[in-house]
């Protein structure tokens, strides 16, 4: 079984790695991580949340999606162990997604009040966390020009790569409303894949 420590530790590397934290900045963030658990099906954050903790995945999956007026549901992105999670990246406005939980999950969280106060305090966690949103915010353009310039067939291959056993852990029309097809589109790709194959 994965200890608490090897969590944490985990953490600290992947937030030290957008920036070089001090001592006293990493303490101030690890006196205020607690360990929590979320059922499949639970929900992290709903739409018309503000930011109530930083966190980071250390298992499980999780997505975020949007839901219409209509009700229709649309997944904008996946989550998964090694990715920071919050409500929205802009603190003070409400969101407009829902994270879920696709597994059970495991994340360390730090609530965003105390996360904010080290933002203030350490100016090395501002840079650290800055290069973060900008490398989400990358990820997002690039599958959003992956989306209009590649066909059904190369955006779904580049989700196996990008999300290798997924398919086995999660529901497929999840993964169908990430790639912008219906359940039967992606059903047709993978049996003209698998074909391909043989």
């Not at 999956?61 to 999670?85: A, M, P």
């Not at 990820?139 to 779904?156: C, D, F, G, M, V």
Request: aromatic share 14%; charged share 20%; with cysteine.
């Amino acid at each position: 079984m994965v200890s608490t420590e090897h969590y944490i530790s985990e953490f600290k590397q992947r937030l030290s790695s957008a920036n070089a934290l001090s001592d006293a900045c990493w303490n101030s963030i690890e006196k205020a991580i607690v360990i929590k658990e979320l059922p499949k099906s639970g929900y992290f954050s709903k739409s018309g949340q503000k930011n109530k903790e930083f966190s980071f995945v250390v298992s499980g999956i999780g997505r975020i999606y949007f839901l219409t007026k209509n009700g229709e549901e649309y997944t904008k992105h996946f989550v998964q162990s090694g990715d920071f999670l919050m409500a929205t990246v802009a603190p003070e406005i409400p969101s407009e997604v829902n994270i879920q939980a696709l597994t059970d999950m495991k994340y360390l969280s730090i609530p965003f009040a105390q996360f904010e106060k080290s933002l203030q305090d350490y100016p090395e966690l501002m840079t650290a966390y800055n290069r973060l949103v900008f490398e989400y915010f990358g990820k997002k353009q690039k599958r959003e020009i992956n989306l209009l310039s590649k066909n059904a067939t190369e955006n779904y291959q580049d989700f196996v790569t990008t999300f290798p056993g997924f398919e086995e852990k999660i529901a497929h029309y999840h993964i169908a409303s990430y790639l912008g097809i219906t359940p039967t589109q992606l059903s047709r790709i993978r049996k003209n894949l698998a074909h391909q194959h043989l």
